[in-house]
């Protein structure tokens, strides 16, 4: 009996331990799977100019460097409406990610940053709750000129009114050379 006793009081202890670290290390990562984004379509259209550009990384990062347009606009042009389309070009049938990023607009954010080029782009859409979504915009060409605009996609933005830095993470972070003329 006293054998019994004392493999009861190692055993039982250890058992309950042993189950309080498997059942208490639970992954509670809800996150969904991020998207393979191989592909980012802009499409412009206003005055003297309706055209699409890409930026696409068909293998991905660490391989080949992506293909890039150049964004090319007319100089002195308002109202051009801008709209992205986001893509998963590794699948068959490609996969527009786009309509997703839609439907949860208020987990994501789209940042415009144009540099060195005479070019504003503004918001023309917000997310379910009012506030910035920028997935369509309204850009302005300015005088002839060059530079870059980078676009960034943020997941779970912390703070959306903040432009330069919203928070949350970043699910895509494309840069285009920019030509007005």
């Not at 498997?22 to 003297?48: R, W």
């Amino acid at each position: 009996m006293t054998y019994i006793t004392s493999a009861m009081r190692f055993l039982l202890p250890t058992a309950v331990l042993a189950f309080l670290l498997f059942t208490g290390c639970k992954d509670n990562n809800t996150d969904t799977e991020q998207e393979n984004i191989t592909s980012i379509e802009v499409d412009l259209a206003g005055f003297n100019i309706n055209q699409k550009f890409y930026w696409k990384d068909l293998d991905g990062p660490g391989g080949n460097p992506p293909v890039i347009d150049t964004i090319v606009l007319p100089a002195s042009t308002l109202n051009i409406t801008g709209r992205l389309k986001v893509y998963d070009e590794s699948k068959n049938p490609v996969d527009d990610i786009t309509e997703e990023i839609e439907a949860e607009n208020t987990a994501h954010l789209f940042v415009y940053s144009a540099s060195g080029a005479d070019l504003n782009i503004g918001p023309y859409d917000t997310d379910d709750n009012g506030d910035p979504f920028n997935l369509v915009t309204v850009w302005r060409a300015g005088q002839p000129s060059t530079g870059t605009l980078n676009i960034r996609l943020y997941h779970e933005p912390t703070d959306k009114m903040n432009s330069t830095n919203p928070g949350g993470e970043v699910d895509f972070d494309v840069t285009f050379p920019v030509r007005i003329e």
